[in-house]
């Protein structure tokens, strides 16, 4: 990653015209080949912008990024900085409380879903993939219970599609759809479908206080 600052002016030519006048400014390059032109403001949000393919020239203090017909000409008045970095390959966002993590804590946890509930199995295998958890509730009846961060529509009907295949297999099986949020939809089809809903909350599973406000 290339980082220049520099007193410059910036024409955009292309679908239309833009022209930013003469100020100091944050020139971004990356490696990808996208060039950005920031201020010191707007957030993470450039002035102006190049994204990939694109072909980045310098002559006499002039960049010319060119795309598909599109061209941002950066003229170079003063650099006051010019650094490169080599920053190497990202790791990528790792999110707190996805759906894998909320799975392990169910799993070590599943008296929240009922008083006296086991943990049969975590991704307990069928034909057409496996059930996030399947537990026996207090009389010993089989639960299989699929989790997710936000249920939709799509939650029930998945889980819909296992308590079949599961049928099979162990007889009558209880479905519940436990999740941090549900779309109103979501809770009218699984009561439809005699699945239960369960809404977790993320840092009572942590055991920290729960961040759910409450009136008392």
């Given amino acids: 990653m290339r980082l220049v600052i ?7 030519v292309g679908r239309l015209t833009a022209h930013l006048p003469s100020a100091v400014r944050l020139l971004l390059v990356k490696a990808d080949g996208s060039v950005s032109v ?25 960049w010319t990024v060119s795309a598909k017909g599109e061209q941002l000409v950066i003229s170079v008045e003063e650099v006051l900085s010019d650094v490169s970095h080599v920053l190497g390959r990202d790791p990528g966002l790792q999110k707190d409380g996805v759906e894998a993590h909320l799975q392990q804590l169910l799993a070590e946890r ?9 943990l049969v199995r975590r991704e307990y295998p069928t034909d057409i993939g496996p059930v996030d958890l ?10 299989a219970v699929e989790v997710k961060r ?9 889980l819909t599609r296992y308590l079949q295949r599961l049928s099979t297999v162990l007889g ?5 759809l ?13 009561a ?17 206080e729960s961040s759910t406000p409450t009136l008392f």
């Fill in 6 to 12: 520099a007193r410059c002016s910036v024409d955009y």
């Fill in 38 to 62: 920031h201020a010191d403001d707007r957030a993470y949000k450039p002035l102006m912008w190049m994204s990939p393919p694109c072909t980045l020239s310098e002559a006499d203090d002039v």
């Fill in 110 to 118: 599943c008296d929240v879903l009922g008083e006296g509930w086991t």
């Fill in 134 to 143: 399947l537990c026996r509730d207090e009389g010993g009846a089989h639960v």
């Fill in 150 to 158: 936000h249920a939709e529509i799509d939650g029930v009907e998945q």
């Fill in 172 to 176: 009558d099986v209880r479905g519940v």
């Fill in 178 to 190: 436990a999740a941090q949020s549900f779309k109103p939809q979501a809770k009218v089809l699984a």
């Fill in 192 to 208: 439809d479908r005699g699945i239960t809903c369960v809404q977790l909350d993320y840092d009572a599973l942590r055991g920290l």
